[in-house]
């Protein structure tokens, strides 16, 4: 094999292959092994790092494989697959053709560890999903990478139901998608729900209407719930939109049109007047599509890379049954030496890590390892996958139009990044830093006279907002709930102290140049204290409050051996530190809501060990709600339906602990 980089094509696998998970230790331990039970780094030796190679090469044998680059402190700092492990290691010793990050990789190295597979493509397999994991700082890494939304037609109940769905796919249902943007799923099933009239009611609501409810009332549903449509008819109208999402959208369209003018033709303008807006619906769903898809019929994915200043974007279109789906831009982290192709493998094959590929996929650049790479991805889907560069005509034509989106968006991000950049430079220059922050940590809390109190991080850095590494907190100290400074103290606490204990060389990227703290000279204080039994002082600490009357715009800041002071009220800096206070009061406030409504919608029954949702729904109906039921005497508990006297008397005793 020809490469030397690990970003070789990648294949997308979700579990790795049995004979390489018993071969080697768990990537999750390696990626949670304690820091502060490594060793500390030596200094970078090439000519060391060589003779280390040379020594595991002795007894490599010449077989597919993977294999892991280790520092000294147990960091991964590489992952890579072999056709031909012995060969492929052999290249790192020959260190004058190697490009300048990986002779920087070679120096570091200072011990290695191997995975035998059957196939080549089972190394490519646990390749992707060793990086994944273990997100080396060597290796083409996509951060981003969340499940994409779909829409689910359930096929679990007599009357199945039109949701939108996100994750495992435990359900007996179909799925459509994937969607770029839930808006974009939102607009889809609320224009299905006009052409088709189907349910998007949970089955638990649907069980106990006893009348239609809104949708009924507004044509988007038939209301099966309480018997105005028949099976029969209802499975017609599922029917329909099951063959819509699957590409037969011209044929409904066709069936719909006939039908309005059939009752047209009858003087039933009410029922063609009815078929008229289901028509209506379903153009607006293709109105959506922004793009002429005459060149993909059936299920693809177009994926375009655009590369420039060491930056690249990879824009991902998702067409499903012909139809536009919408799209996204990605940015995955790699060397700037890196070439396009390399850094696109790599990106497809931890992309469809976690996701079945359709079975067309479109590319912008001819692949290194093509077919070795669709292999992997249709062990991955289940089906075969066609990975493919179209060199002309309408696919071609779809890849280019992708191709300006990435050119587009990468232009887009280069301005904003600098632009962000400027913003940290006078963050710096304000607050008297030496250098621009790379790492800003925001904190804020959120309760409701000390019910439901959580403590909230965000972070941002160079690019914007880090949302992957956002952290709540979830008051545990007793009297902490509803201080102020008592919850900053243990949030604090907590954050730093494991940080102190799992990355106390600094050397994972955890650790924030500037800390920013939602209040003024009470708060800035605890934090300071803090970081003292810590023995931190070397993060910059600032606190920044609302003026008098809470206005924005009139910020005061607080620092150590620094009077309180204002920037000026249009300062650009000023407006960037506003929005970081902003997005941590956001995130704290949304997950202080989001824990209140989990605590309101529990009942005191759920504590109960033993007591089923059957068992549950029956009290809850006899009794009328969770209080009532905590009321009631043993006699009355022993009348439920599915309550016999054992579980009456356990119920009774849970309430009623002293008799």
Same mark, same amino acid.
């Given at each position: 094999?020809?490469?030397?980089?690990?970003?070789?094509?990648?294949?997308?696998?979700?579990?790795?292959?049995?004979?390489?998970?018993?071969?080697?230790?768990?990537?999750?331990?390696?990626?949670?092994?304690?820091?502060?039970?490594?060793?500390?780094?030596?200094?970078?030796?090439?000519?060391?790092?060589?003779?280390?190679?040379?020594?595991?090469?002795?007894?490599?044998?010449?077989?597919?494989?993977?294999?892991?680059?280790?520092?000294?402190?147990?960091?991964?700092?590489?992952?890579?697959?072999?056709?031909?492990?012995?060969?492929?290691?052999?290249?790192?010793?020959?260190?004058?053709?190697?490009?300048?990050?990986?002779?920087?990789?070679?120096?570091?190295?200072?011990?290695?560890?191997?995975?035998?597979?059957?196939?080549?493509?089972?190394?490519?397999?646990?390749?992707?999903?060793?990086?994944?994991?273990?997100?080396?700082?060597?290796?083409?890494?996509?951060?981003?990478?969340?499940?994409?939304?779909?829409?689910?037609?359930?096929?679990?109940?007599?009357?199945?139901?039109?949701?939108?769905?996100?994750?495992?796919?435990?359900?007996?249902?179909?799925?459509?998608?994937?969607?770029?943007?839930?808006?974009?799923?939102?607009?889809?099933?609320?224009?299905?729900?006009?052409?088709?009239?189907?349910?998007?009611?949970?089955?638990?609501?649907?069980?106990?209407?006893?009348?239609?409810?809104?949708?009924?009332?507004?044509?988007?549903?038939?209301?099966?719930?309480?018997?105005?449509?028949?099976?029969?008819?209802?499975?017609?109208?599922?029917?329909?939109?099951?063959?819509?999402?699957?590409?037969?959208?011209?044929?409904?369209?066709?069936?719909?049109?006939?039908?309005?003018?059939?009752?047209?033709?009858?003087?039933?303008?009410?029922?063609?007047?009815?078929?008229?807006?289901?028509?209506?619906?379903?153009?607006?769903?293709?109105?959506?599509?922004?793009?002429?898809?005459?060149?993909?019929?059936?299920?693809?994915?177009?994926?375009?890379?655009?590369?420039?200043?060491?930056?690249?974007?990879?824009?991902?279109?998702?067409?499903?049954?012909? &139809?536009?789906?919408?799209? %996204?831009?990605?940015?995955?982290?790699? =060397?700037?030496? /890196?070439?396009?192709? #390399? *850094? @696109?493998?790599?990106?497809?094959?931890?992309?469809?890590?976690?996701?079945?590929?359709?079975?067309?996929?479109?590319?912008?650049?001819?692949?290194?390892?093509?077919?070795?790479?669709?292999?992997?991805?249709?062990?991955?889907?289940?089906?075969?996958?066609?990975?493919?560069?179209?060199?002309?005509?309408?696919?071609?034509?779809?890849?280019?139009?992708?191709?300006?989106?990435?050119?587009?968006?990468?232009?887009?991000?280069?301005?904003?990044?600098?632009?962000?950049?400027?913003?940290?430079?006078?963050?710096?220059?304000?607050?008297?830093?030496?250098?621009?922050?790379?790492?800003?940590?925001?904190?804020?809390?959120?309760?409701?006279?000390?019910?439901?109190?959580?403590?909230?991080?965000?972070?941002?850095?160079?690019?914007?907002?880090?949302?992957?590494?956002? &952290?709540?907190?979830?008051? %545990?100290?007793?009297?902490?709930?509803? =201080?102020?400074? /008592?919850?900053?103290? #243990? *949030? @604090?606490?907590?954050?730093?102290?494991?940080?102190?204990?799992?990355?106390?060389?600094?050397?994972?990227?955890?650790?924030?140049?500037?800390?920013?703290?939602?209040?003024?000279?009470?708060?800035?204080?605890?934090?300071?204290?803090?970081?003292?039994?810590?023995?931190?002082?070397?993060?910059?600490?600032?606190?920044?409050?609302?003026?008098?009357?809470?206005?924005?715009?009139?910020?005061?800041?607080?620092?150590?051996?620094?009077?309180?002071?204002?920037?000026?009220?249009?300062?650009?800096?000023?407006?960037?530190?506003?929005?970081?206070?902003?997005?941590?009061?956001?995130?704290?406030?949304?997950?202080?809501?989001?824990?209140?409504?989990?605590?309101?919608?529990?009942?005191?029954?759920?504590?109960?060990?033993?007591?089923?949702?059957?068992?549950?729904?029956?009290?809850?109906?006899?009794?009328?709600?969770?209080?009532?039921?905590?009321?009631?005497?043993?006699?009355?508990? #022993?009348?439920?339906?599915?309550?016999?006297?054992?579980?009456?008397?356990?119920?009774?005793?849970?309430?009623?602990?002293?008799?």
């Amino acid at each position: 094999m020809s490469e030397t980089h690990s970003s070789d094509p990648l294949a997308p696998v979700a579990t790795e292959p049995a004979d390489a998970a018993d071969a080697m230790p768990s990537a999750d331990a390696a990626a949670g092994e304690s820091a502060a039970a490594r060793p500390k780094r030596r200094p970078a030796d090439i000519t060391r790092g060589v003779e280390i190679i040379r020594e595991h090469l002795k007894t490599l044998p010449q077989t597919p494989g993977v294999y892991r680059m280790l520092a000294g402190d147990g960091a991964v700092l590489y992952v890579g697959k072999a056709r031909n492990l012995k060969r492929r290691v052999t290249n790192y010793t020959q260190v004058a053709k190697l490009p300048v990050r990986l002779q920087r990789m070679v120096a570091e190295t200072e011990t290695m560890e191997f995975v035998n597979t059957h196939t080549e493509v089972e190394a490519l397999l646990l390749e992707s999903n060793l990086i994944k994991k273990l997100m080396p700082r060597y290796n083409v890494l996509l951060r981003d990478d969340k499940t994409f939304p779909h829409i689910m037609i359930t096929r679990d109940h007599d009357y199945p139901q039109l949701t939108k769905h996100r994750g495992a796919r435990g359900r007996d249902a179909d799925y459509f998608g994937p969607f770029a943007s839930a808006g974009a799923v939102n607009r889809t099933i609320t224009a299905l729900q006009r052409a088709f009239l189907l349910r998007n009611c949970a089955d638990t609501v649907f069980a106990s209407r006893t009348r239609p409810c809104l949708q009924y009332q507004i044509k988007r549903c038939t209301a099966p719930c309480v018997g105005r449509v028949t099976p029969a008819e209802y499975q017609a109208q599922v029917n329909q939109a099951r063959a819509f999402l699957s590409g037969k959208s011209r044929d409904i369209q066709t069936e719909f049109a006939d039908r309005m003018m059939a009752a047209s033709d009858a003087m039933d303008f009410e029922t063609a007047a009815r078929y008229r807006d289901r028509i209506r619906a379903l153009t607006a769903i293709q109105a959506h599509q922004d793009i002429n898809v005459e060149g993909v019929v059936e299920d693809a994915d177009v994926i375009a890379a655009y590369a420039e200043g060491g930056v690249t974007c990879i824009q991902v279109f998702f067409f499903r049954g012909g &139809r536009n789906y919408g799209n %996204r831009a990605y940015f995955p982290s790699h =060397d700037k030496a /890196a070439e396009t192709e #390399e *850094v @696109l493998a790599a990106f497809i094959a931890q992309f469809y890590e976690n996701k079945a590929a359709p079975p067309l996929v479109l590319v912008s650049h001819a692949l290194p390892e093509l077919d070795l790479l669709s292999e992997a991805m249709a062990v991955r889907a289940g089906h075969k996958v066609e990975l493919a560069e179209p060199k002309r005509g309408e696919k071609r034509r779809i890849v280019e139009h992708a191709l300006t989106n990435a050119r587009e968006a990468h232009g887009r991000r280069l301005a904003e990044s600098s632009s962000q950049a400027r913003l940290l430079e006078g963050v710096a220059a304000a607050f008297g830093m030496d250098a621009p922050p790379e790492r800003v940590e925001v904190y804020d809390n959120s309760h409701i006279q000390g019910a439901h109190a959580i403590g909230a991080m965000i972070v941002a850095g160079p690019d914007g907002f880090i949302k992957n590494a956002y &952290r709540k907190f979830n008051i %545990r100290e007793q009297g902490a709930a509803g =201080d102020d400074f /008592a919850m900053m103290r #243990e *949030v @604090l606490t907590r954050r730093f102290g494991r940080a102190v204990k799992e990355d106390p060389e600094r050397s994972q990227g955890s650790w924030p140049d500037l800390v920013l703290i939602d209040g003024g000279l009470g708060q800035l204080n605890v934090a300071l204290e803090v970081f003292a039994e810590l023995g931190i002082d070397d993060v910059t600490l600032v606190g920044i409050a609302k003026g008098p009357d809470r206005d924005a715009g009139r910020e005061h800041f607080f620092m150590e051996n620094r009077p309180p002071f204002q920037m000026e009220p249009r300062d650009p800096v000023l407006y960037f530190l506003q929005r970081l206070r902003d997005e941590a009061h956001r995130f704290a406030i949304g997950t202080h809501r989001a824990k209140r409504t989990k605590a309101i919608g529990k009942s005191p029954i759920d504590e109960i060990a033993g007591i089923g949702p059957a068992r549950k729904k029956a009290l809850l109906h006899h009794f009328g709600s969770g209080a009532a039921v905590a009321r009631a005497g043993l006699a009355d508990l #022993e009348e439920v339906e599915g309550i016999n006297r054992a579980v009456a008397k356990k119920i009774y005793d849970h309430f009623h602990p002293d008799g």
